[in-house]
């Protein structure tokens, strides 16, 4: 497994004064991006032509949640842009293996994400393609909802089924993460932790993602 990952959503950030809130978490691993289009989620967020903006402008690599009907025509779309890892829902995917291969061939790394009532049984033969597998610890849609700890099986069973080693897919958690919930998260065996709310909401959000940064390596050393 590798280091312990924060990648903070800025979907509670405040989006008249984007480029200065990514500037504000410069000491994250990421910055997670929620693309919704109020088709696969009731909410409506951003699209191709302010994701490509802020590729240009972001000093951390973008990771990019699309909850999006159609992804097999618009994940590629979003690697090519600049988005440097591509998330999309596997409910809402006509192929997902091809979905996996035309992301990679456009350059990014490649995400699958679960909504919490879909189970990863169904989808173990995608596992090998996937450079991360997103498991919603919320329904997708919307920032600050509560966390469900029942979630943590599911993270336990990809760990399971992925291994450890050094090139082991990532495993990616998104929803209720928080000082209060990160670490029973690294124990089941995640290691890339977004958080909306808990950093931006904050007045000292780089502080923040350290300290969910510093909880996770601790946790997962303590399984
Ligand atoms: C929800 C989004 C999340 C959201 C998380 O559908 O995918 O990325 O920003 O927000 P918090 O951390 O506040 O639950
Ligand atoms: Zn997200």
């Not at 808990?198 to 993602?209: G, H, K, L």
């Amino acid at each position: 497994m590798v280091a312990m990952q924060i990648s903070p959503s800025i979907l509670s950030a405040d989006f008249a004064n984007l480029q200065a809130q990514i500037e504000a978490v410069s000491n994250a691993d990421w910055v997670h991006v929620d693309v919704m289009d109020n088709h696969f989620v009731p909410n409506l967020t951003i699209g191709v032509p302010v994701v490509e903006s802020l590729a240009k402008i972001s000093p951390l690599p973008l990771d990019c949640h699309l909850m999006i009907d159609n992804p097999d025509l618009w994940a590629p779309k979003y690697a090519e842009i600049g988005a440097n890892s591509v998330t999309f829902h596997v409910e809402a995917a006509a192929n997902p293996a091809m979905c996996i291969k035309d992301i990679k061939a456009a350059g990014a790394r490649a995400g699958m994400a679960l909504k919490p009532n879909t189970d990863i049984e169904d989808y173990i033969d995608l596992l090998p393609q996937l450079d991360m597998l997103l498991v919603m610890t919320v329904e997708p849609g919307f920032g600050g909802q509560a966390f469900m700890a029942d979630m943590m099986p599911k993270v336990r069973r990809v760990r399971e089924l992925v291994g450890d080693g050094p090139n082991a897919v990532w495993i990616q958690v998104d929803g209720g993460v928080s000082a209060d919930t990160i670490e029973q998260c690294a124990q089941a065996g995640a290691d890339v932790f977004v958080a909306g709310s808990a950093v931006f909401a904050v007045s000292e959000p780089a502080a923040m993602v350290d300290q969910l940064r510093s909880l996770a390596v601790t946790a997962c050393a303590h399984p």
